[in-house]
Every structure is written in structure tokens, then in C-alpha cells.
């Protein structure tokens, strides 16, 4: 007989944080489907009623953990800001949130970056969802007179590059104590202010040159 969806529900929810716990205590490496099931008191065999492998239960703690962030960025998106503080609420809000996860415990918050790398390609889908996000703000603001002359796809490389340490979440634990919302305004406002396909003489101002 068929579990009710409840008791699935309630079981995968004991595992994750199961799962949780045990990156936090041990990190990453070396955990194993026989490590989770233990701890739970059941045997992988069990286990696999929940979750058909390792790589299913990584994949709902990414889940987990991707979710309040995924929230913050739709109420933003669904916002009647204009498109520059729209823009500097979608990176505020997320970083925000992402510091005081650090501020809490560095270690778990580094143990989490480390899993991300680990296990890019189930996390993929939620860089490719940011981009999503970003590339709606940004037509927003092509759409009233920003970022001239350039295609969104080039508008979306360059404000990534801009904000790296704002929504690469490998590169934000590595600056954490460097970062604040107010040095974010400043990027946001430059991002707004300057950003085109002008050339202003960067390109052609005369000088040294890489040999």
C-alpha cells in the first residue's frame, strides 16, 4: 500500500534535516546514504523510499536552501519599483539574508559553498533562475532609456560581473566583512548611471599595454 503523501512529506522532512545536521557537523566529504540512514534509525533500504539516491537528498537541501531566497526575488520582481531600486532590492534583500546566515556560523556558511561546488549541476538551475530574474529587471530598465546600445544578454554578463560579490555566493564568503548594503547603492547607482555601450576612451586613451 501507497504511503499518504503526508507521511512521505513529514519523512523527507526529518531526513533533510538529518542531512543538514550532518554537514554541519562533518561537511561534505565522505557522506553517505549509510551515514543519513543511521542517523534517522532506519536502514538505507528505508531511506530509498524517500529519496531514490544521495545526489536526490543533496538536491532537496539545495532546494531547502535556495527557497527563501527564491521568495525574496519573485516579491521583488512582482513590485511596482522602478527599475533601478528594484535592481539594488534584488541583491540587498538576498545579501541581507545570506550575511546573517554567515554572521551566524562562518563554518556552515562556508561547508554550503563547498557543497554548491561540489554539486554545481544540481544547483545549476537556480544560477540560470537568477539570471531569469535579472534579465527581467534589466528589460524593465532598457525599456525606459538604461543601458544604451547594448544587447540584454551583453547587459546581463556585465551586471554579473559587477555584482559578483553580491550574487556569487562563493565569491560573497570570501569578502563577507568587506561588503554592505551601502557599497552595493553605489554599485547599483554606477550600474544605472554608466553602464553602455558608449566607448568613453577606456578603450582608446593611449598608455601601457599588455605585452
Known sequence: MARP??????GREQLLDITVELIEERGTAGLTV???AARAGMSPA????????????IEAVAERW?????????????????????????YARRFAYLKAAWERDPVA?????????EHFELIRSYVDLGDHYLATIIGEAMADG????????????????????Y??????????????????ARIIDA?????????????SLTGLRAA
Open 5 to 10: 503523501q503526508t507521511d512521505l512529506e513529514a
Open 34 to 36: 549509510t551515514d543519513i
Open 46 to 57: 528505508s531511506l530509498y523510499r524517500y529519496f531514490d539516491s544521495k545526489e536526490a537528498v
Open 66 to 90: 535556495f527557497q527563501p531566497l527564491l521568495a525574496m526575488a519573485e516579491e521583488v520582481l512582482a513590485s511596482d519599483l522602478p527599475p533601478r531600486r528594484k535592481m539594488f532590492e534584488f
Open 109 to 117: 556558511f562556508a561547508t554550503y559553498c563547498e557543497l554548491g561546488e
Open 146 to 165: 538604461y543601458f544604451a546600445g547594448l544587447e540584454l544578454d551583453e547587459s546581463i554578463s556585465l551586471v554579473n560581473q559587477m555584482t559578483a560579490t
Open 167 to 184: 550574487c556569487n555566493i562563493g565569491a560573497m564568503e570570501l569578502v563577507m566583512p568587506k561588503l554592505s548594503e551601502a557599497k552595493l
Open 191 to 203: 550600474v544605472f548611471d554608466g553602464l553602455s555601450a558608449t566607448d568613453r576612451g577606456a578603450r
